[in-house]
């Protein structure tokens, strides 16, 4: 079973709309949370961090559910250089990430 | 530039060849991790120094791999008698201070063996 499962979509959304995307993972001793972006055939880029309390960077919004062992991703009024895959991450044991396949958003005009 | 920088930026090899990738932390950085990216998958570790010490290997690392980091600095990955099945992308890390710090990636590695 894979550590951490997200909707592959894609989501095709318009041009200011709000989208969301979840996570599951399977290690209730996980420690730390982020999410990553990853443009095609790009690196993955650190777009936030995810606390247990909720965080807010602009027009995105993590939650973390430990209870549940599940996270989110907002983001409002999607712009087109949104578009993108999201990698939900979980940092297991001090040092590796364990990804989730990604989640793809294409927003459109 | 002082973000994490790779090369090659892509590799052409035949089966059976060696090959080598380098890459160069981010410098303050004390913590180096290589990953393996294969289409439509999200990256997989592969292994872990912190300074010079390689402290883990994932499973995922054939006898074939070798990574080192020799100064605490730069870092390569070699794979011997490549096989098809080792065309991904190799992703380099690095972050600084204590555990749960964000990993931030270079550019990548992208090997196609024929």
């Known amino acids: 079973r894979k550590e951490v499962e997200q909707d592959p979509g894609p989501f095709n959304v318009p041009e200011g709309a709000t989208v969301a995307f979840n996570c599951t993972y399977s290690n209730s001793a996980s420690q730390s949370f982020f999410w990553y972006r990853q443009d095609c055939r790009k690196e993955p880029k650190l777009l936030m961090s995810v606390y247990s309390s909720g965080n807010e960077d602009g027009r995105f919004t993590a939650q973390l559910n430990r209870a549940s062992q599940y996270i989110s991703l907002l983001i409002r009024d999607s712009k087109l250089s949104d578009s993108a895959t999201y990698l939900c991450v979980v940092l297991d044991s001090g040092y590796a990430l364990n990804f989730g396949k990604g989640t793809s958003l294409l927003v459109t005009p | 530039d002082t973000g994490v920088s790779q090369n090659p930026r892509h590799k052409i090899t035949k089966r059976g060849q060696n090959v080598t990738f380098r890459c160069d932390p981010i410098?303050?950085?004390?913590?180096l991790y290589w990953y393996r990216q294969t289409l439509g998958q999200g990256p997989e570790f592969l292994t872990y120094f912190q300074n010079e010490a390689q402290l883990e290997k994932s499973r995922l690392l054939s006898d074939r791999f070798s990574a080192e980091r020799p100064k605490g600095s730069f870092s390569t990955l070699e794979i011997q008698r490549t096989e098809q099945g080792d065309s991904a992308m190799y992703l380099c890390a690095s972050s600084s201070g204590g555990p749960n710090q964000p990993q931030h990636f270079g550019d990548g590695t992208r090997l196609s063996i024929l």
């Open positions: 410098s303050e950085h004390n913590r």
